[in-house]
């Protein structure tokens, strides 16, 4: 058994126009996807995806307007999104810890960061002040913060971004979890910075064998660092598997294309295109939600694509790729 | 940066503020179609009187030449002296400021204990049925007049149901004005444990403070609701909640970031306020600054117009840098490096 | 029920688009109601009125309300009622041209002082520091009381010291957009400063500025009201909502309570409409507020 096992997750925006008529935005179709113990999931595609909502629908942190309408979450056997807001509150920032995007904002600013390194264990444990304190200073280290005595007394306005991001790292380990979902850990950085923060992370994670979610729209990343990943389209996984598979043979159409338009890619073959706007959510199509920018999409394409294993752990939502394999 | 670089910074920001008010001032009396020398000598004084006063008013000299010296009399708080009460201005001002400043700080008070936490209820659940309620009344809190508030409070609470005493001052006849220290009637009198004056006195404070404090809350509860929201859909509130700290500890990081924001607003209120006390006390004849202020505008007493002006801006002067040294001590982000 | 749904359906658009808005912000549904009434009876004053404005009957002074003076009668023996109704006049009348007039000063200054900068902006920031560290009641007050009492004068005070508030608005939308690519694109084409402020400019700058025109035009009747209250602006016996209250003010304490309470009623009324307009037209025009089903 997975520590992390979604399953047929669907998550609604429920909003009302100007003229007050409801309006829902089927943001996720059906996402099922597993993360193993001390296992490295990349989750991939374009903005609107569903790869950050995914995320926060499985810790219960959806805005007003976004609501799981369907789906199970099983964390190491028990279902996030049945338990009860206090249950579900204990596991963020224990058992379950998020790394955002915008480290700046994210840290309360009118707190020292050790102050608040201090916080989050004693939200989740009993721990004397003076543990709490030396374990801070100790993470502050281990993320490689230099001086982290000194820096601990550091208010947030004055780390640099890589800095902050870096103390988000600290605050996601300091409670010793077992999954981190990171998303888009490095969206907002220097790009010489990204390289060692994702350095800084994935090695931390895999020291202590964490599971971990990688929510990004950089391949490379996924590449780089993932063993697993799971491209996205329209609320729906349209392909997952191992790294290595999908990289080498990926199945999906969609996934060969956003393969083919990596810089590397490009500089081979010359571009391809990925080309379209993101499906309008309000009105899915029928069948598959890709086939109107599909370069390989035929007439079945309008019914419900089927899930087909294509080898060992990789499958893939396409009838393009049925036709060419067993339908599971 | 150390802190008395800061505040002589912020002090000297003040004062290109203060002189655009003082020129504002200056003009006002000038560009009316009285002239105060007319109004001063009276309608039966000859040229050569009118010539006399002319020159010893000193408007006989250049514009430029009048505000220099206007400005020189400023700096050496010399305002010159009130046609109506033959006091210097600044005597009049300090004599009734305290009386405006204790119906507008008890309001504030009142209005801000009801107004803040109603705004941060407000903003728990918004559009929710405490927040349209609260939003209609903060609305009407802002439609209804003073003046007109305060005549329905005398109707119903004095004349109809006889609970308010006449609304004719800040004490009764029939007790005896305490000795000067506060300059406030009512904490005078218990300073002197003089209990007839202190009910006379307080009885008094009742309906204008309350009155007072409605129109005193109605933008505090709009204020207070919408920094809320805004800390509420912050980037740190939201990750505080990803850290599963718990839902108690949540709103306080929530309370503790909307706090220096709050305070801000409903210092940077009193100014407005001291300026819109003045029509509670002309309605109830309170003797304050702002009915004297009042008073001065109707009857172009053009010395103490200008003073009442300048007093209001050198007081919101004073209320904007005392909030800055607020807030540099609860904000380390502002840490002395504005 | 088919019927209902039948004449639904073949309703124009637009009719259901404004039920629609009713139902999105009842706030601005209630302020349009009251506001719009206030207009007709503003229009059609000698229609509805039973007496003229300033039609006195020296033998029936403060009469109580009754059949023939539904509010009561004045202290001039003028009918309270006819007043009440006569003054929608004045509160729009003073309204109307104040807003536009802030609209017309303070809208150019806030185009030109965010897109240029500069001087401009220099100037602008230190006028919009000095207008609102002050209060604007006794600006108000002391520019009318020195310039003399006419309905012109108020308008014109109470339009410039608003204006600043309208180019403050302005000001920081342009600062948002103006390096934004339709901007640029507008310049590189060639188009003159003024083509680029009033064409490209003006129509994403405005937007900003729209709900705070009901919330300013609620000041405006306030304030005018507040001047004619103190006695400078307009004087008795012009039907001015004001004016009537400090006539009505001295008999309070005699309980002849209606010569004040109706036109501050009134009063009231028309500050929370345009208040309620404008807190509505907040919530339809902010996207973010439009989200959240509820």
Same mark, same amino acid.
Do not use: W
């Given at each position: 058994m997975s520590l992390l096992e979604v399953e047929n997750l669907h998550t609604h925006f429920i909003t009302r126009d100007l003229g007050n008529r409801i309006r829902v935005a089927t943001a996720l179709n059906g996402v099922s996807?597993?993360?193993?113990?001390?296992?490295?999931?990349?989750?991939?595609? #374009? *903005?609107?995806?569903?790869?950050?909502? *995914?995320?926060?629908?499985?810790?219960?942190?959806? =805005?007003p307007a976004a609501k799981v309408v369907a789906g199970t979450a099983r964390f190491a056997g028990d279902d996030l999104l049945a338990m009860s807001p206090a249950t579900l509150n204990r596991l963020r920032g224990d058992q379950i810890t998020l790394i955002v995007q915008s480290p700046k904002t994210s840290l309360d600013p009118l707190k020292r960061i050790g102050d608040q390194l201090v916080r989050i264990q004693k939200a989740h444990r009993a721990v004397s002040d003076d543990e709490a304190r030396r374990n801070a200073v100790e993470m502050l280290a281990t993320v490689g913060i230099p001086d982290p005595e000194q820096r601990a007394r550091a208010w947030p306005h004055e780390l640099s971004g890589g800095m902050a991001q870096r103390v988000l790292i600290a605050m996601a380990l300091v409670n010793g979890p077992r999954l981190l979902i990171a998303d888009e850990p490095t969206t907002g950085l220097d790009v010489t910075v990204q390289a060692q923060i994702l350095d800084l992370l994935m090695e931390l994670v895999q020291a202590r064998r964490l599971a971990a979610m990688i929510i990004t729209h950089d391949l490379g990343i996924v590449a780089h660092y993932c063993h697993r990943m799971a491209v996205m389209f329209a609320g729906r996984i349209v #392909?997952?598997?191992?790294?290595?598979?999908?990289?080498?043979?990926?199945?999906? =159409? %969609?996934?060969?294309?956003?393969?083919?338009?990596? =810089?590397?890619?490009?500089?081979?073959?010359? %571009?391809?295109?990925?080309?379209?706007? =993101?499906?309008?959510? %309000?009105?899915?199509?029928?069948?598959?939600? %890709?086939?109107?920018?599909?370069?390989?999409? #035929?007439?079945?394409?309008t019914t419900e694509p089927p899930l087909v294993t294509v080898r060992d752990g990789q499958r893939a939502l396409c009838h393009v790729v049925a036709r060419g394999t067993r339908v599971q | 940066m150390t802190l008395r670089q800061f505040l002589l910074r912020r002090v000297l920001l003040v004062i290109p503020i203060l002189f655009g008010i003082t020129f504002i001032t200056f003009m006002l009396v000038r560009v009316g179609d009285r002239d105060p020398v007319a109004m001063l000598a009276g309608p039966l004084a000859d040229r050569q009187t009118l010539a006399t006063l002319r020159t010893e008013m000193g408007l006989d000299r250049s514009f430029w030449e009048q505000f220099a010296i206007y400005v020189g009399k400023l700096i050496q708080l010399d305002f010159g002296k009130s046609w109506e009460s033959n006091n210097p201005v600044i005597v009049d001002i300090a004599n009734r400021l305290p009386a405006s400043l204790e119906l507008l700080l008890i309001a504030m008070l009142i209005g801000a204990a009801v107004g803040i936490p109603v705004g941060l209820r407000s903003a728990q659940r918004p559009n929710g049925a405490f927040d349209q309620a609260a939003r209609f009344v903060s609305l009407l809190g802002f439609s209804v007049p003073t003046y007109w508030f305060a005549l329905m409070g005398i109707f119903i609470f004095f004349f109809k149901l006889g609970w308010a005493p006449p609304p004719m001052g800040r004490i009764g006849l029939d007790a005896i004005p305490p000795p000067d220290v506060t300059g406030s009637y009512f904490i005078d009198s218990l300073l002197v444990a003089d209990w007839s004056a202190v009910h006379s006195s307080g009885t008094r404070l009742v309906l204008p403070v309350l009155i007072f404090s409605v129109i005193v809350a109605a933008p505090i509860i709009k204020h207070t609701r919408a920094i809320a929201l805004e800390v509420l859909s912050s980037d740190y509130i939201r990750y505080a909640r990803a850290s599963g700290l718990s839902p108690f500890t949540v709103r306080r990081i929530a309370l503790r970031n909307a706090f220096t924001p709050v305070l801000t607003f409903v210092a940077s209120e009193l100014t407005g306020l001291l300026a819109a006390v003045s029509l509670l006390e002309f309605i109830f004849a309170w003797g304050g600054m702002g009915q004297w202020g009042l008073n001065a505008i109707l009857n172009s007493d053009f010395a103490a117009v200008q003073g009442y002006v300048l007093t209001l801006a050198l007081f919101s002067a004073v209320i904007y840098v005392m909030v800055d040294i607020a807030v540099l001590m609860l904000e380390p982000r502002s840490a002395l490096k504005a | 029920m088919t019927a209902v749904a039948t004449t639904e359906a073949t309703r124009p658009r637009i009719g259901s688009r404004l039920l629609g808005v009713i139902r999105r912000s009842p706030t601005f549904a209630v302020g349009f109601t009251i506001v719009g009434s206030f207009a007709v009876l503003a229009i059609l004053a000698p229609l509805i009125a039973p007496f003229g404005a300033i039609e006195a009957y020296p033998f029936e002074v403060l009469r109580s309300p009754d059949g023939k003076y539904l509010f009561g009668s004045d202290g001039n023996g003028m009918d309270v009622f006819s007043r009440v109704i006569y003054g929608a006049q004045y509160a729009f009348g003073i309204a109307v041209p104040a807003a536009i007039l802030m609209l017309l000063i303070g809208v150019p200054f806030g185009l030109y002082a965010g897109y240029v900068g500069g001087l401009t902006d220099e100037i602008l920031l230190r006028i919009m520091d000095v207008v609102r560290s002050f209060p604007s009641i006794v600006l108000? /007050?002391?520019?009318?009381?020195?310039?003399?009492?006419?309905?012109?004068?108020?308008?014109?005070?109470?339009? /410039? /010291?608003?204006? +600043? &508030?309208?180019?403050? &608005?302005?000001?920081?939308?342009?600062?948002?957009?103006?390096?934004? +690519?339709?901007v640029e694109a507008a310049v590189a084409a060639g188009n003159p400063t003024w083509r680029i402020l009033f064409v490209h400019l003006l129509p994403n700058a405005i937007r900003g500025a729209t709900a705070l025109i009901a919330v300013r035009m609620a000041w405006a009747v306030r304030i005018s009201a507040t001047l004619a209250f103190i006695g400078v602006g307009i004087q008795p016996p012009t039907p001015e909502w004001g004016a009537m209250i400090r006539q009505g003010a001295e008999y309070i304490i005699s309980g002849e309570w209606w010569v004040a309470t109706f036109p501050g009623l009134a009063l009231v009324g028309v500050v929370l409409g345009f208040n309620l307009l404008g807190d509505g037209l907040q919530d339809l025009l902010d996207p973010k507020r439009r989200t959240a089903a509820r």
């Open positions: 996807f597993a993360v193993g113990e001390g296992e490295v999931v990349g989750i991939v595609g #374009e *903005t609107g995806a569903g790869k950050s909502l *995914t995320a926060m629908s499985v810790i219960g942190l959806l =805005p #392909e997952q598997g191992k790294v290595a598979d999908i990289f080498k043979r990926p199945a999906h =159409p %969609y996934t060969k294309a956003l393969i083919a338009s990596t =810089p590397k890619q490009i500089a081979a073959r010359g %571009y391809a295109k990925v080309g379209g706007l =993101p499906p309008n959510l %309000y009105a899915l199509p029928s069948g598959c939600h %890709y086939r109107d920018r599909c370069p390989e999409a #035929e007439a079945a394409c | - | 108000a /007050l002391a520019v009318v009381a020195a310039t003399g009492q006419s309905v012109v004068n108020v308008v014109l005070v109470i339009g /410039l /010291l608003d204006s +600043p &508030i309208f180019a403050r &608005i302005v000001r920081s939308e342009v600062l948002a957009l103006r390096s934004s +690519p339709f």
